[in-house]
């Protein structure tokens, strides 16, 4: 019939010239009447290579249902019709064939039974055509019903994200490698450069075909040959996608609704291995159900995909489902988010989120997904596929997302974004952290910003820490003094005894000047426990009117900044000064004058240079 149609022989392997059935895919193309070009593809109709028909129907427009009148109807054809119907084809016609084979009386009962057939499927009122390849009766009648048929159908937008599944892959002398499919969404212009996924490799093209003429680009609805510059056939597989680089994500898992065929002859089990047929793919992996232990024919049910190898997807892509062994069409249904997380089941929560990417309007879908990420973020590459949105359409929603101040936007330039419910969260962390250091270390002015978010989730990179913070001090709810972070509220309050002690630790070290005692020592003199009076000396570290220049070994800040300047008028005489030369100039003994002229090192004064030290930049 495609072959009296369109001039073209879409069988093309011997096997099939020779058996006369269809294995592989075959692709022709005819004109209509109305000056339409349509492109054919032919699916195989046996049993046996029913994976290759889901592979060949994947992106298009309209289904020819092709019934020879001399079989009627096949196991194979219910099968293709279920199909159909789980891929969403929304169009078609049935080509009943071979009429010359019978007469009109047994015509007259295979039209009666395909109209019971498709009662209540997408072809109830499809027309049904009879024709004969031999004789061309019927082709004309075929053809303006075809080209009727098109002209109802919307044309598909080029807006969208580009991305060709690929169904045939073959090398070409002089030219190399080329890809063939159907363009399912947006649009390829020669020149640019495309990634294959899931692999990551990349290429550019070279050269496109659409129906055997070279064009400049190609839209989405097209079957396109890609020919592509410098990549190696053997790393190209039916079922991998062209896309633009870094614009998909290839995921173990994905989150769908899916419906479990009303003919199925038993239930279906949580876990059950399947076969996953999605855009030219065929995956195996298992099906989770996430809230019940098994579900039966006819039912529909959010679940949870893991697959054995990795898949690229975006939301509301159609799926078919087949049973492992023996092989048959047992479900299918939509792609809800494409990159999830694994789910735990039997979590009402997890069924309701799912309930809103399945059902609610776009701004919903993109809140949840933007939710949903957590500390972590969503970056907007992420949404165009989770949402399945234009730019433009996306770009519009998270800009009156941020107006709104339900989404904030953490990264300018990787264009992430986290929702005002975490951002409320994450401060509440932050303000429970400080609680418990402040209680913790009541003399500390406050908790290093480094100590502070390494005690926060690790989801929470350092743009995201530093908003908070920012947004929290607008608030007042906490003090960022340099690298020290406080409740406002926080103060330090010593109680008598605090106050003493902490006069005593002052005159004690500005008593030793450059060769101070030992703090064990004092505390023993004093009587304090140790473990309180170093809360006390910390505070006065925090104040900067003590020093640690080394473990256990504390200055005055006083003797320090004299003996600072000490140093810096003498360099900026003598161009250098050597260790016997600084310890004249302190009057202290060796195991105080390393530590200190290394101190000075630290905080970038000095430099060492063999033996000697330079001031590391002159003062102004």
């Given at each position: 019939?495609?072959?009296?149609?369109?001039g073209?022989?879409?069988?093309?392997?011997?096997?099939?010239?020779v058996?006369?059935?269809?294995?592989?895919?075959?692709?022709?193309?005819?004109?209509?009447?109305?000056?339409q070009?349509?492109?054919v593809?032919?699916?195989?109709?046996?049993e046996?290579?029913?994976?290759?028909?889901?592979?060949?129907?994947?992106g298009?427009?309209?289904?020819?249902?092709?019934?020879?009148?001399?079989?009627?109807?096949?196991?194979?054809?219910?099968?293709?019709?279920?199909?159909?119907?789980?891929?969403?084809?929304?169009?078609?016609?049935?080509?009943?064939?071979?009429?010359d084979?019978?007469?009109?009386?047994?015509?007259?009962?295979?039209?009666?039974?395909?109209?019971?057939?498709?009662?209540?499927?997408?072809?109830?009122?499809?027309?049904?055509?009879?024709?004969?390849?031999?004789?061309?009766?019927?082709?004309?009648?075929?053809?303006?019903?075809?080209?009727?048929?098109?002209?109802?159908?919307?044309?598909?937008?080029?807006?969208?994200?580009?991305?060709?599944?690929?169904?045939?892959v073959?090398?070409?002398?002089?030219?190399?490698?080329?890809?063939?499919?159907?363009?399912?969404?947006?649009?390829?212009?020669?020149?640019e450069?495309?990634?294959?996924?899931?692999?990551?490799?990349?290429?550019?093209?070279?050269?496109?075909?659409?129906h055997?003429q070279?064009?400049?680009?190609?839209?989405?609805g097209?079957?396109?040959?890609?020919?592509?510059?410098?990549?190696?056939?053997?790393?190209?597989?039916?079922?991998?996608?062209?896309?633009?680089?870094?614009?998909?994500?290839?995921?173990?898992?994905?989150?769908?609704?899916?419906?479990y065929?009303?003919?199925?002859?038993?239930?279906?089990?949580?876990?059950?291995?399947?076969?996953?047929?999605?855009?030219?793919?065929?995956?195996?992996?298992?099906?989770?159900?996430?809230?019940?232990?098994?579900?039966?024919?006819?039912?529909?049910?959010?679940?949870?995909?893991?697959?054995?190898?990795?898949?690229?997807?975006?939301?509301?892509?159609?799926?078919?489902?087949?049973?492992?062994?023996?092989v048959?069409?047992?479900?299918?249904?939509?792609?809800?988010?494409?990159?999830?997380?694994?789910?735990?089941?039997?979590?009402?929560?997890i069924?309701?989120?799912?309930?809103?990417?399945?059902?609610?309007?776009?701004?919903?879908?993109?809140?949840?997904?933007?939710?949903?990420?957590?500390?972590?973020?969503?970056?907007f590459?992420?949404?165009?596929?989770m949402?399945?949105?234009?730019e433009?359409?996306?770009?519009?929603?998270?800009?009156?997302?941020?107006?709104?101040?339900?989404?904030?936007?953490?990264?300018?330039?990787?264009?992430?974004?986290?929702?005002?419910?975490?951002?409320?969260?994450?401060?509440?962390?932050?303000?429970?952290?400080?609680?418990?250091?402040?209680?913790?270390?009541?003399?500390?002015?406050?908790?290093?910003?480094?100590?502070?978010?390494?005690?926060?989730?690790?989801?929470?990179?350092?743009?995201?820490?530093?908003?908070?913070?920012?947004?929290?001090?607008?608030?007042?709810?906490?003090?960022?003094?340099?690298d020290?972070v406080r409740?406002?509220?926080?103060?330090?309050?010593?109680?008598?005894?605090?106050?003493?002690?902490?006069?005593?630790?002052?005159?004690?070290?500005?008593?030793?000047?450059?060769?101070?005692?030992?703090?064990?020592?004092?505390?023993?003199?004093?009587?304090?426990?140790?473990?309180?009076a170093?809360?006390?000396?910390?505070?006065?570290?925090?104040?900067?009117?003590?020093?640690?220049?080394?473990?256990?070994?504390?200055?005055?800040?006083?003797?320090?900044?004299?003996?600072?300047?000490?140093?810096?008028?003498?360099?900026?005489?003598?161009?250098?000064?050597?260790?016997?030369?600084?310890?004249?100039?302190?009057?202290a003994?060796?195991?105080?004058?390393?530590?200190?002229?290394?101190?000075?090192?630290?905080?970038?004064?000095?430099?060492?240079?063999?033996?000697?030290?330079?001031?590391?930049?002159?003062?102004?």
């Open positions: 019939m495609i072959k009296a149609l369109t073209i022989n879409t069988d093309r392997l011997k096997e099939e010239q058996r006369g059935i269809t294995i592989e895919l075959g692709f022709a193309h005819f004109d209509l009447p109305s000056g070009r349509l492109g593809v032919d699916v195989p109709g046996h046996k290579f029913v994976k290759n028909m889901v592979a060949g129907a994947t298009i427009d309209l289904v020819a249902l092709v019934i020879a009148a001399d079989e009627g109807i096949m196991p194979q054809t219910r099968e293709h019709m279920e199909i159909c119907t789980l891929l969403g084809i929304r169009y078609g016609v049935v080509a009943m064939t071979k009429i084979m019978v007469d009109e009386e047994w015509l007259a009962l295979v039209q009666e039974e395909i109209e019971q057939f498709t009662r209540g499927t997408f072809l109830e009122d499809a027309p049904i055509v009879p024709v004969s390849a031999a004789t061309g009766q019927g082709l004309v009648e075929l053809t303006q019903i075809l080209d009727r048929i098109c002209a109802d159908i919307p044309a598909r937008t080029s807006s969208g994200l580009f991305r060709l599944p690929v169904d045939r073959f090398s070409m002398k002089g030219f190399g490698t080329v890809i063939t499919g159907t363009l399912v969404s947006g649009k390829v212009t020669v020149g450069r495309v990634m294959l996924y899931p692999s990551g490799v990349t290429s550019k093209v070279r050269g496109l075909q659409v055997n070279s064009v400049e680009s190609a839209e989405a097209m079957r396109t040959a890609i020919n592509f510059q410098g990549l190696d056939k053997s790393g190209v597989n039916r079922g991998d996608v062209i896309a633009l680089p870094d614009t998909l994500v290839p995921s173990y898992m994905i989150d769908v609704s899916l419906h065929l009303s003919s199925n002859p038993r239930v279906l089990k949580n876990r059950t291995r399947v076969r996953f047929h999605a855009g030219t793919s065929e995956i195996t992996g298992v099906v989770i159900l996430l809230d019940r232990e098994e579900l039966a024919p006819g039912e529909h049910v959010k679940a949870q995909l893991r697959l054995d190898t990795p898949v690229t997807l975006i939301k509301d892509d159609r799926y078919v489902l087949r049973s492992y062994s023996p048959r069409t047992v479900g299918g249904g939509q792609v809800l988010n494409p990159i999830p997380p694994k789910h735990k089941r039997n979590k009402p929560d069924i309701a989120r799912l309930t809103t990417l399945a059902d609610a309007p776009p701004e919903q879908v993109v809140a949840q997904h933007i939710q949903d990420a957590g500390f972590g973020a969503c970056s590459n992420d949404l165009l596929i949402a399945n949105l234009p433009k359409q996306l770009d519009r929603v998270l800009q009156t997302m941020m107006t709104q101040k339900t989404a904030i936007q953490i990264d300018r330039e990787k264009k992430r974004y986290i929702h005002q419910s975490t951002l409320l969260d994450l401060q509440q962390a932050v303000r429970l952290q400080l609680s418990t250091y402040h209680q913790k270390h009541p003399l500390k002015s406050g908790m290093p910003k480094e100590e502070l978010k390494s005690r926060l989730p690790s989801s929470v990179d350092i743009k995201l820490f530093m908003l908070v913070l920012q947004q929290m001090g607008k608030t007042e709810a906490i003090t960022v003094e340099e020290i409740l406002s509220a926080h103060r330090v309050a010593l109680g008598v005894d605090q106050r003493a002690l902490r006069e005593n630790i002052l005159n004690a070290y500005a008593k030793g000047g450059l060769t101070p005692p030992y703090f064990k020592d004092l505390c023993q003199e004093w009587n304090t426990p140790v473990d309180q170093r809360q006390v000396l910390a505070l006065l570290v925090d104040e900067g009117l003590m020093l640690k220049i080394k473990e256990d070994l504390y200055y005055h800040h006083q003797p320090i900044a004299e003996l600072k300047q000490k140093l810096i008028a003498y360099l900026t005489t003598h161009e250098e000064i050597s260790t016997p030369q600084f310890k004249d100039m302190t009057g003994s060796r195991k105080f004058v390393i530590p200190l002229i290394e101190f000075f090192d630290g905080i970038q004064l000095t430099i060492r240079i063999g033996d000697m030290r330079k001031l590391r930049k002159r003062p102004t």
